[in-house]
């Protein structure tokens, strides 16, 4: 909010206490008709001839309940911030108390999380305590996008089996926890368009459908010879030759039944025409080094449940 916008509203504030002020103040005297013999009863108003109304102010206790509103509205705005870079007479403001209230939920969590400081990610992920833990953690700032179950969704890899893009080990999954994937400091596994390096659409064509059959998808066996030679070339320099991936690199393993992005021949021709450059933040900054570790713990305990 810029320095108009508060002054604006102040302003508004002021004209409405004065405001309301002068309508109490005009309101609750009696008018005078002119009429000596109803003067203290009616308003000088008639109709029809006959029809008068009558002069009846609010009761004078609850008139000086509406002038205790005022003065508490002053009070308000002089006790309480009422401007832009203002903390009145109480020395308060909402981030102040954010702060605060920050402060002492953090204690706490701190000394819940303590019990768990210097474990290791395969001990911890034998504490069923520090797996409730952990799968709040999840919940809370990865389950966006692994779902609420780990399953993943297109996009976004399953972290419930036993199938790992980079180092599945428990250190492995501390550090792309903590730096991210594809940001400043974290992993990277950019795959970079190759349709131009592959030459025409019908190499293209040819190299998705030799993917394929790496996982053993029915396929046109003359395509795929042909993809092989193409991929052998082009894309074994990061897949491996058998297509088994590095994780290293952050390049899947190309063999397996696990599809992170689909395993349509359109969906593979998608990623090899525009590549594939998915992201993951850096969840150190966001979560500390702890609770980190407890939901490297979750998810680890997750994927040994289902070795493959």
């Keep these: 909010m810029t320095n108009f916008w508060t002054y604006y509203v102040l302003v508004l504030v002021v004209i409405m206490i004065v405001g309301s002020t002068w309508l109490l103040w005009s309101?609750?005297?009696?008018?005078?008709?002119?009429?000596?013999?109803?003067?203290t009863e009616t308003t000088g108003h008639v109709w029809d001839g006959d029809l008068s109304e009558?002069?009846?102010?609010l009761p004078r206790w609850w008139i000086i309940l509406f002038y205790l509103t005022i003065v508490f509205a002053i009070g308000y705005l002089v006790y309480y911030p009422s401007a832009e870079n203002t903390q009145g007479m109480a020395n308060w403001s909402s981030k102040s108390e954010h702060d605060a209230a920050k402060a002492k939920a953090d204690e706490k969590l701190q000394a819940l999380y303590a019990r768990f400081e210097g474990q290791g990610i395969d001990r911890i992920a034998m504490d069923p305590a520090a797996l409730t833990t952990g799968k709040q953690i999840f919940a809370n700032n990865c389950a966006t996008c692994h779902g609420s179950d780990a399953g993943g969704a297109k996009g976004f890899p399953n972290l419930s089996d036993n199938i790992w893009k980079f180092d599945g080990t428990p250190d492995g999954i501390v550090t792309t926890i903590t730096g991210g994937v594809n940001v400043e400091g974290g992993r990277s596994a950019l795959m970079p368009p190759m349709a131009a390096v592959l030459g025409s659409e019908q190499a293209v064509t040819e190299t998705a459908v030799f993917v394929q059959s790496l996982s053993r998808l029915n396929v046109d066996d003359s395509l795929a010879s042909a993809g092989g030679k193409l991929y052998a070339g082009?894309?074994?320099?990061?897949h491996g030759a058998d297509g088994k991936g590095n994780q290293a690199l952050g390049a899947p393993n190309l063999t397996d039944k696990d599809?992170?992005?689909g395993s349509t021949l359109e969906d593979i021709k998608?990623?090899?025409n525009n590549g594939r450059a998915g992201q993951?933040?850096?969840?150190?900054?966001l979560i500390g080094e702890t609770q980190v570790r407890l939901a490297a713990a979750y998810v680890y305990s997750l994927s040994q449940s289902k070795k493959q």
């Design 234 to 238: 082009v894309c074994a320099a990061c």
């Design 54 to 57: 009558y002069n009846k102010p």
């Design 270 to 272: 998608y990623g090899i």
């Design 27 to 39: 309101t609750s005297k009696k008018r005078n008709s002119g009429d000596t013999q109803n003067s």
């Design 259 to 261: 599809w992170m992005y």
């Design 280 to 285: 993951m933040p850096a969840h150190l900054p």
